[in-house]
């Protein structure tokens, strides 16, 4: 199993950036892929972007062009760089992990983003 540990959360004003860091500890090496999650006030908690042990990304078309996955290797936190930010990306961000042979799907206990002027 792994723990995740998200940061980098806070308030932003809209047309600003923000960068989200989640840690992992435990059995790294099993992690298949990696990515986050956010869910607003009232909504369903929405797909954001993942990156594979590969290093292949992708992100929603919500946030294309305006947010990245990266990380430097396999061992160092994965990173969500949030640029442009509008008060729709107003969420609770939520960093996943899935392993090998496992269907559980591990999760961080969430960081607070607000974008509001």
């Known amino acids: 199993q792994v723990q995740l540990v998200e940061s980098g959360g806070g308030l932003v004003q809209p047309g600003g950036s923000l960068r989200l860091s989640c840690a992992a500890s435990?059995?790294?090496?099993?992690?298949?892929?990696m990515g986050w999650y956010r869910q607003a006030p009232g909504k369903q908690r929405e797909w954001v972007a993942v990156i594979t042990r590969a290093d292949i990304t992708n992100v929603a078309d919500s946030v294309k062009g305006r947010f990245t996955i990266s990380r430097d290797n396999v061992k160092n936190p994965v990173y969500l760089q949030m640029n442009t930010l509008k008060p729709e990306d107003t969420a609770v961000y939520y960093c996943?992990?899935?392993?090998?042979?496992?269907?559980?799907?591990?999760w961080g206990q969430g960081t607070q983003v607000t974008v509001s002027s």
């Open positions: 996943y992990a899935n392993l090998y042979g496992s269907d559980q799907v591990y």
């Open positions: 435990g059995s790294i090496f099993s992690i298949t892929d």
